[in-house]
């Protein structure tokens, strides 16, 4: 059964003159193979979206996902495409969690965010500050295949001036992606530091390197914290990286770890300062990166502000940033989207199958 929407509205500009919609199909349970629905059980809607963004992001200018609806409302799983059935299985768990299982305590009523700001002139990344919603803290992208680090270092200068401009207490963060090599990282870091003068220098430094081993080498040269992303939801030991003293900052992901309970897990037992981000979800699955960062004991600024990249979403009003910070609620899919225009060719068969191969992992696991 399907259920009306009562959330917020972005007020993002760059959203609103982008005139972009977002496709969504149901897929009728009897549909799909036995053992996918017995996997999902207690899921009585499945929905495919895709919808595009307002800028490339990570790589990619459009997000496509399942959408799930069980006792507990709505849930994503929308794993990136270069992730294969055995990782892309953690993000279906995680959905089935928060589908049908009671959500974690919150502590707060909202959550303080940070602006994302991807690849781009220094202007628009300052009009992206601006548009931001009240955000005191941003995290840049960088170390882009397209970019120089002096490219970078104008980018995280303008940020930072903008962030002071409007904030007594800004924070400038910035994410590499696992781009750089240890001299690099050195280097680019102590650089882009430099050019956060106007913010207090960067916050933190996010997955500079691939490798654990590498992570440390760059934490012991720098004077900028480290925070590890990857080396945390991709890894087959989370806690390697924090045994190797190798970050200051954990990166937690609900759906890449498998939903809340093991995600709040790792934050409680990681022993550092923890951040909340989204994995590029629509507000569907923000709306539970909220609950999880609502439930921890210390509130930090959390990567979950990352609706205002989809030039449309798939609930009728998408997450609002007000004051830097987001109201934690649930949220509904717009009913009005369901089977209004059809997806892409192929894009609702290769979900069905990514669902059966997701499904056959979780089964495999269970037995």
Not at 34 to 45: F, K, S
Not at 85 to 90: F, K, N
């Amino acid at each position: 059964m399907l259920h009306n929407d009562h959330s917020q509205i972005s007020g993002d500009p760059l959203r609103e003159r982008s005139g972009a919609s977002c496709a969504i199909e149901q897929v009728r349970i009897a549909e799909l193979a036995p053992a996918t629905r017995r996997t999902l059980d207690a899921i009585d809607t499945v929905l495919i979206y895709h919808t595009p963004l307002i800028t490339r992001f990570r790589g990619v200018t459009e997000r496509e996902g399942l959408l799930l609806h069980g006792p507990e409302g709505w849930s994503e799983a929308a794993p990136f495409w270069d992730y294969g059935p055995p990782e892309s299985s953690r993000w279906l768990m995680a959905a089935l969690e928060a589908a049908t299982q009671t959500p974690p305590t919150a502590r707060r009523t909202s959550v303080p965010v940070n602006v994302t700001i991807p690849v781009g002139t220094p202007a628009e990344a300052a009009e992206r500050v601006q548009a931001s919603g009240g955000c005191a803290t941003a995290k840049v992208k960088v170390a882009d295949p397209g970019m120089t680090v002096d490219q970078d270092c104008e980018r995280v200068a303008a940020v930072a001036r903008e962030l002071a401009r409007i904030s007594d207490d800004p924070h400038v963060r910035i994410d590499a992606n696992m781009a750089w090599d240890v001299p690099t990282a050195i280097a680019a870091i102590t650089a882009l530091h430099e050019a956060a003068a106007s913010a207090g220098g960067l916050e933190y430094a996010e997955q500079p390197c691939r490798t654990v081993e590498e992570l440390a080498r760059v934490r012991a040269r720098v004077d900028v914290p480290i925070a590890a992303d990857e080396s945390i939801r991709r890894a087959e030991d989370p806690y390697a990286v924090i045994r190797a003293h190798a970050a200051d900052v954990a990166i937690i992901k609900l759906a890449p770890l498998g939903g809340a309970r093991a995600a709040r897990e790792i934050a409680e037992r990681a022993g550092i300062k923890v951040v909340v981000s989204s994995a590029l979800e629509s507000s569907i699955g923000l709306a539970r990166g909220l609950q999880l960062a609502a439930c921890l004991p210390v509130e930090t600024a959390c990567g979950l502000a990352t609706a205002q990249l989809f030039a449309a979403d798939t609930v009728r009003e998408p997450l609002k940033v007000e004051s830097g910070r987001i109201q934690v609620h649930d949220m509904r899919v717009d009913e009005k989207l369901i089977d209004a225009c059809p997806l892409p060719a192929g894009c609702r068969d290769r979900w069905i199958d990514r669902l059966d191969a997701m499904c056959a992992v979780l089964n495999e696991e269970r037995q």
